[in-house]
């Protein structure tokens, strides 16, 4: 735990007050709105964009069940759902191969981050005070897609016990284990970095050759806000001059 004894709360809360913050550049990807104006326009038509879970995202033969009670399974079977992407690598300067063991949120992110500065009027050709810009997004923890399969595939060891356990065979288990293995994401030396969180703000600085402060916030539901209140906090204190923040 720290205190700045120099300044009392109140201050710090009235200088966030007077200090002027621009909001200069906007990119974003909302359920049935690929950008910005089409979230505004959804907003004025009223449009409900809650839908029935896509079969992309999972099955609701497999998982849906109305008694809430019921065990491993989900009595919701509608949500807001952000439309596919498509996503060029080389763009971003990625090598293809990584894509698999890369999480979708680090991907997404590059597009929108891209589209907030290009919004905002600094594009790949204009010069700008890099060094001085940074990224702090809201990020929870266990929102990654990655993380999920490359940890069930470390279960083998408890399909194993399980499969010898009921009779089957060694050299049959074996099998099956493999082929149970071969239906998540295979680790290797970029899978780890493929699936944490704090890499999503990581790549973005990379790619646009920030050096500003770069990390992620966890506060749930506010994870959102409280990012936006750091990258604020770094322009207040003149740490940095632009923010890529949300």
Same mark, same amino acid.
């Given at each position: 735990?720290? &205190?700045?004894?120099? *300044? ?12 002027? =913050?621009? =909001? ?9 709105? &690929? ?14 964009? /809650? ?5 992309? &995202? ?18 919701? !079977?509608?949500?807001?759902? =952000? ?7 080389? @763009? ?14 680090? %991907? ?6 891209? @589209? ?7 594009? *790949? ?14 990020? /929870?923890?266990?929102?990654?897609? #990655? ?16 499969? #010898? ?9 074996? !099998? =099956?284990? *493999? ?9 290797? *030396? ?12 990581? &790549? ?12 992620? /916030? ?9 990012? /936006? !209140? $750091?990258?604020?906090? @770094? %322009? ?6 632009? $923010?890529?923040?949300?």
């Amino acid at each position: 735990m720290a &205190r700045n004894m120099k *300044e009392s709360p109140s201050t710090a809360d009235s200088t966030i007050k007077t200090t002027p =913050i621009a =909001i200069i550049g906007i990119g974003s990807i909302f359920p049935q709105a &690929r950008a910005s104006q089409d979230y505004w326009d959804n907003i004025l038509r009223k449009v409900d964009s /809650v839908t029935d879970v896509p079969a992309s &995202r999972w099955s609701i033969e497999d998982y849906y069940d109305p008694n809430p009670a019921a065990p491993d399974k989900s009595y919701c !079977k509608r949500g807001a759902f =952000i439309p596919d992407i498509d996503f060029d690598p080389m @763009e971003f300067g990625l090598p293809p191969n990584i894509l698999e063991v890369t999480d979708v949120s680090q %991907l997404i992110s590059l597009v929108v981050a891209k @589209e907030a500065l290009e919004d905002a009027g600094y594009g *790949e050709e204009r010069q700008f005070d890099r060094d001085h810009t940074g990224c702090v997004l809201g990020f /929870v923890g266990t929102s990654s897609k #990655l993380f999920t399969p490359l940890m069930s595939r470390l279960q083998y060891p408890v399909w194993k016990k399980v499969l #010898l356990n009921v009779g089957i065979p060694e050299a049959d288990a074996q !099998k =099956i284990v *493999e082929k149970m293995k071969a239906a998540y994401v295979n680790w290797e *030396e970029n899978s780890f970095p493929g699936s944490i969180g704090n890499v999503v703000s990581g &790549r973005i600085a990379n790619r646009f050759d920030l050096g500003g402060v770069n990390c992620v /916030v966890d506060a749930a539901c506010g994870s959102s806000l409280a990012a /936006v !209140k $750091m990258a604020v906090g @770094e %322009l207040i204190t003149g740490r940095a001059n632009m $923010m890529i923040t949300g």
